[in-house]
């Protein structure tokens, strides 16, 4: 069974831009979590969506946003880009919701700001 | 509110010995506990899980982990570390009251050869 996959696994951006990250989950899994990884912060919590609904919401500005197609796939999207916004993004697909679920993780994509 | 922490943010271990990283998390009622690793490069992988029943529990890779509920600690544990375990290890919690997992600040494994 194939795993998660993140496309691309690096990006390179200016201030301002907007970027679209992308992420196939497992088959099968329907729910799909967004984080961000950042030596300073550790692991941060961006959202979850589960049959293209988000569920729940990490404490991040409106310029992070997201969206879950019929077929699971999940794209996440940054919009004027800052600084702060490098990061390595990580996507986790699971069978279900709630958090009981073991999430199985993409390799994530590399995100850096110039 | 509810937290996860990693009291070593960073451990250096020889080949060969043992290991325990610490995780203790502030949560009210019985939490649902995982730990992950993370190699250079790659996302996260699960190791463990406990939900409940014995609060000894096995994984992949020889590691295992103990719940306390007296100390609110999953401490890892592995009896011989390989230089392949070199890596970040995560802790995570989850509550059924609370519908997301919170993951600790990790702690860095080096292994000395």
């Known amino acids: 069974k194939a795993g998660v996959t993140q496309t691309p696994r690096y990006l390179i951006k200016t201030r301002g831009q907007q970027v679209t990250l992308s992420c196939s989950p497992i088959?099968?899994?329907?729910?799909v979590s967004w984080y961000q990884q950042t030596p300073g912060q550790g692991l941060q919590f961006l959202f979850e969506y589960f049959s293209e609904t988000q569920r729940n919401k990490g404490n991040f500005p409106g310029r992070f946003s997201g969206r879950q197609f019929s077929n699971s796939r999940s794209e996440m999207n940054v919009s004027t880009l800052e600084l702060g916004d490098s990061a390595l993004y990580l996507c986790?697909?699971?069978?279900?919701?709630?958090?009981?679920?073991?999430?199985?993780f993409g390799d994530g994509t590399r995100l850096s700001i110039l | 509110a509810q937290s996860v922490t990693q009291p070593d943010i960073h451990i250096t271990v020889s080949e060969g010995a043992s290991l325990e990283l610490r995780c203790n998390y502030s949560?009210?009622?019985?939490?649902?506990l995982f730990w992950y690793v993370q190699s250079p490069g790659q996302g996260l992988q699960l190791l463990l899980k406990y939900f409940s029943g014995d609060t000894l529990v096995q994984g992949i890779k020889g590691f295992e982990a103990e719940f306390k509920r007296s100390q609110s600690s999953f401490n890892l544990r592995k009896p011989s570390v390989h230089w392949s375990d070199a890596a970040e290890y995560f802790c995570a919690v989850g509550e059924t009251s609370y519908d997301k997992v919170i993951f600790g600040p990790g702690t860095s494994l080096s292994v000395i050869p």
């Open positions: 949560y009210g009622a019985t939490p649902y």
């Open positions: 986790a697909s699971s069978p279900g919701t709630g958090s009981n679920q073991p999430q199985h």
């Open positions: 088959s099968g899994h329907r729910s």
